[in-house]
Structures are given as structure tokens and as C-alpha cells.
């Protein structure tokens, strides 16, 4: 995949975003959310940019890019598909759940399938721990997930891209 | 006919969204918070002459013959009866979670019809001092797990001199069994607005964050929306509620990171640097975001403000035990039938809590332990559940309350794999910046391995680590880690010991049948 440095428009929706933000305290995070939300990722080229913009080192930018579990440097699937993994989830199951799921998919955690379509991440805690095990992709949450549910989801959103 | 489905993430998850669609054909739908009965959700609730009448848990397949019975007035097999008179609902003392469930959350008539900006008026009218004397008199902690005295924390902010002060609202809810707040915000999320509001009046602050978890896009959402509806109704702007004062706020989104959580690291994210953890002193009441006094407050502190300002900090202070005064939104979550957010004055045994209001285990199996406030909360042996839920009383068993939200296992569990998975979360989620927590948790899960491969001779190591993290850690989480962990390890040694080949899971329940 070609990086999106390389398309014409890229430094001006970068200083878009960054403009956007002016002026509130902290800006950082929000950029970075709106950076992830236009590319699926924050390309590195992005990172020199935004340290110009906000008078930070390329090093500072980097380690707080990096710290993040959100921010990813590559980009993930079409679809990410969340498996709770916390302790509220693990007592109804979530460890044999995620087993089974990455089974029928044929992925492990952090991986995606061969045709780009999806990506499985571990996630702890959605707020869903009375109705475990439970599991997000997208705007979809799935409460007292099966590894049948969790498919029917899969299979609802692969038709939804036109996949 | 009024119809209400909520647009709780729980009940989306459960399908409320589908059943709310199905329903719409027939019926003009109100979308509402959960009444926190998750195992009835989704909930349909139908007005009939002033009394909700609920019928779940609904499937879109169901909405057919319920339009149906709606319609002519039949019986249906789903019809609980009206939903106030549900055993549930009558045994809670609903404070803070009072319209919860009850009202359109983005509707500031209805908000106010039930209550709603009564404490933020009569804050206005005594002024700072009065309304700092009130929150103290309440005897409210703080209800993200530290417990400290929301009043005195308040107090020393209102005596800092800055050009620029801060409410920071701690809405980073990363703990497993816990989604009291994720609920506030998005069943009720102008409590919450109220609520920092007042704080803004107290100590003179005139601008407001809520860091949010990005796990909670509903509840970023609702807040969102939320935020834009106070501000047409003058709550927040250049003069709240007409009477001078300035106050704004806005929604910040995490990235993931449960250290966050965490005060320091929270306001270090909050602004654009590494979620680390800082070093106190100083206190961020004095040295807080952007290095100025600063209130960080859990979400339910902030939310139990308008009721204590609206009652008077002295009938607060009549409900609870010892110091810990007041209600407390328990979220019984985990292996366990009936589970959901029930508010009730401190001082219920964990037991009656588990085993009477959540009717013990989703599985039918005897109920092990409890994990109680997290994933760095102790688990709680069947045993010892005749505690009572309070700061003290809990941290006398060697527990903490943390967030109020209690995981239930039964007695399949293994207590050695929980207790690695402590250790391991807690590796993943350190920030690093001190050695106890980013390396001591590494050894930990090590260790346990090693425990687990039959070594006896790694469970006074892995408890002379645990000390050494409990004492030597720069904030909870590698200080907290070691609960879960030597909890695990005391309470349940056979779990730990005669490990020479890893056990078939289902060893406990052979030893049960």
C-alpha cells in the first residue's frame, strides 16, 4: 500500500486538522484522534508536521503516538472486530470465546485476514460486564456473544462494505 | 401512548437498537437510559396513565405480538407490570442515578421536571464558600476508588490563587465490572454537566474537561449532544443560569491507555503528552492541568453534587456507615443471574449483595469469589461475604471498594490464572515510569508461570514481589496489582500449589458433581 504522503492533497488536509484545533489547550490527542479517523492510522510523515505546528520535538510526538493503545502506525482492517478480554468477560467465558473466534477466522490477536477485510483486536472492558462475554466492531456492540453471533456480525459487515 | 426503548450501550448490545426500529413502525419511540435491570434488556417500557409499564427482555422478533397486545390491551407473556413496583427498583434509594432510565436524556424540560438543576440554582444563590461547606458537610469521597474527601479537595482548590482553574472530570472507567459511569453519561448526562457546573462555581474555575474512555462512543456521544443542549439553555456560557458566573466545558477522548485513569497521568494526556504518572507533591489541586489548581473528580462524585446541594449536605451525611456516608452505585457484573446498577446506601453485605440482588451465578454453580473494584481489586473469598460495602470495611478484609463494581465467579475459576492475568494487565497498561510497576509485573507473570509449571519454590518470591510493588509503586496500579495477586495466592492456595501439569479446566467441577 502506498502511503497517503505521497497523495497531493495530504499536507493540506494535515494542516486542515491541525487548523482545526488551534487555540484549544491541550491539542494533541484530539489531532491525533481526527489524524487516525482521515487515514485509518497516523502516518509518520504526519508526526514532523504536527511538531512543527505545535512547537514539540518529532521525539515527543513519536512517544506519545506510540504510547497509545488507539494509535496505530499502520493501518488495521476494513472492520476491527474487539474481543473484551477483562475479568467480568473472562468469567462467562471470554478466554474460550476468543479461542473459538480466532479459530473460525483464522487470525490471532493483532492480526488480519489475507483479503484486508478484518482485524482482531483484545480489548479491556466496553462497559458491558452484566451481559459478557462481549464484543464491538464498529458502531456494533454484541452482548453475551457466541462465536455464532460474533460471525453473523462478521458476515453482516463484510456484506455492508460490498466485500 | 408513550413507548420508551433505551440507548444504554448494554441494550444496544442486546439489541435495543433493532427492537427500537421494529417499534417505530407503529409508535412514536422515546429513547431512554437503562433502568440498570441488564438482564431484562432491552426493556420496553409503555405509559399508561402516568404509570411505565415494562415488558422484556423484548427481540426484534417479539415486537409483532407486542404491538399487538399494545394495541388491544392483552396479556403478553413478556409484561413485568409496572416497572417502579419491580422488586429491583423498590429495594434501591436511587440518588444519584434518580432519572436514570426515566427521562429523554438530551431533554432539559424533562430534566428539570424530575429535579434537575435545583442544586445548581441554589448553588448559585449561597455562593462558593457556602457550597464547598455543604460538600464537605455530605461527607462525599471520591467514587473513582481513592476515597478522598471531595469537600477538602474542593476546599484547597477555591484557596489557590491562579489566573486559571480547572474542573477535570475523571471519566476514564477502565475497570472491568464497573459501567456506573459510562451509564450517568449516557442515561443522564446533564447530572453530570450540573454537577461540574457547581464545582466551577465553588472554586472559581471557568472551564471544564470530561476525559472520556474511547471505549465509550455512546457515552462520547451523549455527552457531546448533551453539552450542546446546556449551553442552549444558558447552564454553561458567559453566565450560568443568568447569575454571572462563566463556565464551559468539553469532551476529551482517551486513547486507550487504562493508566489514564490514573489523576496525573489522566491530566498529562489531557494535555497532548505520555499518560505517565507524576509524582506528588504537588497535589494537583494546586499544580494540575497545565500546571494550574485543578479538581479532578470521578464522574459519580461530580453527579452526587446536585442532589447534596438540592438536599443539603447533612441529609447526604444520614445515609451510609462510618465514614463512608451517602449512596453507592453497586454494578453487579460478572457470572452472575441478575446482574446491573443498583444504588443503595453503603453497608449492604457483599453476600446479600451477590447472592440475594444479583441471585448468585449466571451458571447455577456456587459462587467462588468476588472481584471487588477492578482489576486491581482483591478477590473476595465466598467465605468472607459477610463484609460490609464500605471504604474501611472492605480494606479491613484486605479489599477495596475501587469503583463499587463486583465481578462474581463461580467455582470453576481458576484463581492462578485470574492471578496472572493481574499481573499481565498490569505490565501491558504500566506507563513505565517507575521500575516496581514496569518490572516487577514482568517477573510477576514469570513467576506465576513458574508456580504453575509446579515450582513451589516461586510463592515466597512471587510474595516478597507483590510486597515489594504494594510499597514500592509511584501510583495504584502497580500499588493495587498486588491485591488481586496475593488475594488469589491466600485465599485459595490449592489453586496454586501441586501445579506439576497444567490442570484440566474442569477440575472444580469433577470435584463438585
Given at each position: 500500500?502506498?502511503?497517503p504522503?505521497?497523495?497531493?492533497?495530504?499536507?493540506?488536509?494535515l494542516?486542515?486538522?491541525?487548523a482545526?484545533?488551534?487555540?484549544?489547550?491541550?491539542?494533541?490527542?484530539?489531532i491525533?484522534?481526527?489524524?487516525?479517523?482521515?487515514?485509518?492510522y497516523?502516518?509518520?510523515e504526519?508526526?514532523?508536521?504536527?511538531?512543527?505546528?505545535?512547537?514539540?520535538?518529532?521525539?515527543?510526538?513519536?512517544?506519545?503516538?506510540?504510547?497509545?493503545?488507539?494509535?496505530r502506525?499502520?493501518?488495521?482492517?476494513?472492520?476491527?472486530l474487539?474481543?473484551?478480554?477483562?475479568?467480568?468477560?473472562?468469567?462467562?467465558?471470554?478466554?474460550?470465546?476468543?479461542?473459538?473466534?480466532?479459530?473460525?477466522?483464522?487470525?490471532d490477536f493483532?492480526?488480519?485476514?489475507?483479503?484486508?477485510?478484518?482485524?482482531?483486536?483484545?480489548?479491556?472492558?466496553l462497559?458491558?460486564?452484566?451481559?459478557?462475554?462481549?464484543?464491538?466492531?464498529?458502531?456494533?456492540?454484541?452482548?453475551?456473544?457466541?462465536?455464532?453471533?460474533?460471525?453473523?456480525?462478521?458476515?453482516e459487515?463484510?456484506?455492508?462494505?460490498?466485500a | 401512548?408513550?413507548?420508551?426503548?433505551?440507548?444504554?450501550?448494554?441494550a444496544?448490545?442486546?439489541?435495543?437498537?433493532e427492537?427500537a426500529?421494529?417499534?417505530?413502525?407503529?409508535?412514536?419511540?422515546?429513547?431512554?437510559?437503562?433502568?440498570?435491570?441488564?438482564?431484562?434488556?432491552?426493556?420496553?417500557?409503555?405509559e399508561?396513565?402516568?404509570?411505565?409499564?415494562?415488558?422484556?427482555?423484548?427481540?426484534?422478533?417479539?415486537?409483532?405480538?407486542?404491538?399487538?397486545?399494545?394495541r388491544?390491551?392483552a396479556?403478553?407473556?413478556?409484561?413485568?407490570?409496572?416497572?417502579?413496583?419491580?422488586?429491583?427498583?423498590?429495594?434501591?434509594?436511587?440518588?444519584?442515578f434518580?432519572?436514570?432510565?426515566?427521562?429523554?436524556?438530551?431533554?432539559?424540560?424533562?430534566?428539570?421536571?424530575h429535579?434537575?438543576?435545583e442544586?445548581?440554582?441554589?448553588?448559585?444563590?449561597?455562593?462558593?464558600?457556602?457550597?464547598v461547606?455543604?460538600?464537605?458537610?455530605?461527607?462525599?469521597?471520591?467514587?473513582?476508588?481513592?476515597?478522598?474527601?471531595?469537600?477538602?479537595?474542593?476546599?484547597?482548590?477555591?484557596?489557590?490563587?491562579?489566573?486559571?482553574?480547572?474542573i477535570?472530570?475523571n471519566?476514564?472507567?477502565?475497570?472491568?465490572?464497573?459501567?456506573?459511569?459510562r451509564?450517568?453519561m449516557?442515561?443522564d448526562?446533564?447530572?453530570?454537566?450540573?454537577?461540574?457546573?457547581?464545582?466551577?462555581?465553588?472554586?472559581?474555575?471557568?472551564?471544564?474537561?470530561?476525559?472520556?474512555?474511547?471505549?465509550?462512543?455512546?457515552?462520547?456521544?451523549?455527552?457531546?449532544?448533551?453539552?450542546?443542549?446546556?449551553?442552549?439553555a444558558g447552564?454553561?456560557?458567559?453566565?450560568?443560569?443568568?447569575?454571572?458566573h462563566?463556565y464551559?466545558?468539553?469532551?476529551?477522548t482517551?486513547?486507550?491507555?487504562?493508566v489514564?485513569?490514573?489523576?496525573?497521568?489522566?491530566?498529562?494526556?489531557?494535555?497532548?503528552?505520555?499518560g505517565?504518572?507524576?509524582?506528588?507533591?504537588?497535589?494537583?489541586a494546586?499544580?494540575?492541568?497545565?500546571?494550574r489548581?485543578?479538581v479532578?473528580?470521578?464522574?459519580?462524585?461530580?453527579?452526587?453534587?446536585?442532589?447534596?446541594?438540592?438536599?443539603?449536605?447533612?441529609?447526604y451525611?444520614?445515609?451510609?456507615?462510618?465514614?463512608?456516608?451517602g449512596t453507592?452505585?453497586?454494578?453487579?457484573?460478572?457470572?452472575?443471574k441478575?446482574?446491573?446498577?443498583?444504588?443503595?446506601?453503603?453497608g449492604m453485605?457483599?453476600?446479600?449483595?451477590?447472592?440475594?440482588?444479583?441471585g448468585g451465578?449466571a451458571?447455577?454453580?456456587p459462587?467462588?469469589?468476588?472481584?471487588?473494584?477492578?482489576p486491581?481489586?482483591?478477590?473476595?473469598?465466598h467465605?468472607?461475604?459477610?463484609?460490609?460495602?464500605?471504604y474501611?470495611?472492605?480494606?479491613a478484609?484486605?479489599?477495596?471498594?475501587?469503583?463499587?463494581?463486583i465481578?462474581?465467579?463461580?467455582?470453576?475459576?481458576d484463581?492462578?490464572?485470574?492471578?496472572?492475568?493481574?499481573?499481565?494487565?498490569?505490565?501491558?497498561?504500566?506507563c513505565?515510569?517507575?521500575?516496581?510497576?514496569r518490572?516487577?509485573?514482568?517477573?510477576?507473570?514469570?513467576?506465576?508461570?513458574?508456580?504453575?509449571q509446579?515450582?513451589?519454590?516461586?510463592?515466597?518470591?512471587?510474595?516478597?514481589?507483590?510486597?515489594?510493588?504494594?510499597?514500592?509503586?509511584?501510583?495504584?496500579l502497580?500499588?493495587?496489582?498486588?491485591?488481586?495477586v496475593m488475594?488469589?495466592?491466600?485465599?485459595?492456595?490449592?489453586?496454586f500449589?501441586?501445579?506439576g501439569?497444567?490442570?484440566?479446566?474442569?477440575?472444580?467441577?469433577?470435584?463438585?458433581?
Open positions: 500500500m502506498t502511503s504522503a505521497s497523495d497531493a492533497d495530504f499536507l493540506l488536509r494542516d486542515a486538522i491541525i482545526a484545533h488551534a487555540g484549544r489547550e491541550g491539542p494533541l490527542l484530539p491525533l484522534h481526527d489524524i487516525q479517523a482521515e487515514w485509518g497516523v502516518p509518520e504526519a508526526q514532523p508536521v504536527i511538531a512543527g505546528a505545535l512547537g514539540m520535538t518529532r521525539a515527543e510526538v513519536y512517544g506519545v503516538v506510540s504510547f497509545y493503545h488507539d494509535f502506525d499502520h493501518p488495521s482492517g476494513r472492520h476491527v474487539r474481543l473484551c478480554r477483562a475479568e467480568a468477560c473472562q468469567s462467562m467465558g471470554a478466554d474460550e470465546l476468543a479461542d473459538r473466534v480466532r479459530a473460525a477466522l483464522g487470525i493483532h492480526q488480519t485476514t489475507p483479503d484486508g477485510r478484518l482485524t482482531l483486536e483484545p480489548v479491556f472492558c462497559g458491558l460486564c452484566a451481559c459478557g462475554p462481549s464484543a464491538q466492531m464498529g458502531e456494533r456492540l454484541l452482548g453475551r456473544a457466541t462465536v455464532e453471533k460474533v460471525q453473523r456480525l462478521v458476515a459487515a463484510g456484506m455492508g462494505a460490498g | 401512548m408513550r413507548i420508551w426503548v433505551p440507548l444504554d450501550a448494554a444496544k448490545a442486546l439489541g435495543a437498537d427492537v426500529a421494529a417499534l417505530a413502525a407503529d409508535f412514536t419511540v422515546t429513547r431512554n437510559g437503562t433502568r440498570g435491570m441488564i438482564w431484562l434488556e432491552p426493556l420496553v417500557e409503555v399508561r396513565d402516568g404509570v411505565r409499564y415494562g415488558y422484556g427482555p423484548v427481540e426484534a422478533g417479539d415486537v409483532p405480538g407486542l404491538v399487538e397486545a399494545l388491544s390491551g396479556a403478553h407473556p413478556l409484561a413485568l407490570g409496572p416497572v417502579e413496583e419491580l422488586p429491583w427498583m423498590k429495594a434501591q434509594q436511587r440518588l444519584v434518580a432519572r436514570v432510565g426515566v427521562i429523554d436524556p438530551f431533554s432539559v424540560e424533562e430534566y428539570q421536571a429535579g434537575g438543576l442544586g445548581l440554582r441554589r448553588a448559585v444563590e449561597i455562593g462558593p464558600e457556602a457550597i461547606a455543604d460538600v464537605t458537610e455530605s461527607g462525599l469521597r471520591g467514587r473513582g476508588g481513592a476515597g478522598f474527601p471531595t469537600g477538602i479537595k474542593w476546599k484547597t482548590v477555591a484557596g489557590a490563587q491562579a489566573p486559571r482553574k480547572y477535570v472530570c471519566a476514564d472507567e477502565g475497570d472491568s465490572g464497573s459501567f456506573a459511569d451509564m450517568l449516557e442515561g448526562p446533564l447530572v453530570l454537566i450540573e454537577g461540574m457546573a457547581i464545582a466551577g462555581i465553588a472554586v472559581g474555575a471557568v472551564q471544564g474537561y470530561v476525559y472520556i474512555r474511547s471505549e465509550y462512543p455512546d457515552a462520547i456521544r451523549n455527552m457531546e449532544a448533551a453539552i450542546g443542549k446546556a449551553r442552549q447552564i454553561l456560557g458567559q453566565s450560568v443560569l443568568g447569575s454571572g462563566v464551559d466545558m468539553e469532551v476529551r482517551g486513547a486507550g491507555a487504562y489514564c485513569g490514573e489523576e496525573t497521568s489522566l491530566l498529562n494526556s489531557l494535555e497532548g503528552k505520555r505517565v504518572v507524576r509524582a506528588k507533591p504537588p497535589i494537583p494546586l499544580e494540575g492541568f497545565l500546571g489548581p485543578t479532578v473528580n470521578n464522574v459519580i462524585s461530580l453527579a452526587s453534587v446536585p442532589w447534596i446541594l438540592a438536599h443539603g449536605g447533612a441529609e451525611a444520614k445515609l451510609g456507615i462510618g465514614r463512608s456516608k453507592i452505585p453497586i454494578q453487579i457484573a460478572g457470572n452472575v441478575y446482574g446491573g446498577l443498583f444504588e443503595a446506601a453503603f453485605t457483599l453476600g446479600h449483595i451477590i447472592n440475594e440482588i444479583g451465578t451458571s447455577g454453580r459462587v467462588k469469589a468476588a472481584q471487588v473494584g477492578g486491581l481489586g482483591a478477590y473476595v473469598p467465605w468472607n461475604f459477610d463484609v460490609p460495602f464500605g474501611e470495611e472492605l480494606g478484609k484486605d479489599a477495596l471498594l475501587g469503583h463499587a463494581g465481578s462474581v465467579f463461580d467455582d470453576t475459576a484463581m492462578l490464572k485470574l492471578a496472572r492475568f493481574a499481573m499481565e494487565f498490569c505490565a501491558v497498561e504500566s513505565g515510569k517507575c521500575t516496581p510497576c518490572i516487577g509485573s514482568i517477573r510477576g507473570v514469570e513467576t506465576i508461570d513458574r508456580i504453575a509446579g515450582d513451589q519454590d516461586g510463592i515466597p518470591i512471587l510474595k516478597d514481589l507483590c510486597n515489594t510493588m504494594k510499597w514500592g509503586s509511584l501510583c495504584a502497580g500499588g493495587f496489582a498486588p491485591f488481586p488475594s488469589a495466592l491466600t485465599h485459595f492456595p490449592d489453586d500449589s501441586g501445579r501439569a497444567p490442570r484440566p479446566a474442569n477440575t472444580y467441577r469433577e470435584a463438585a458433581e
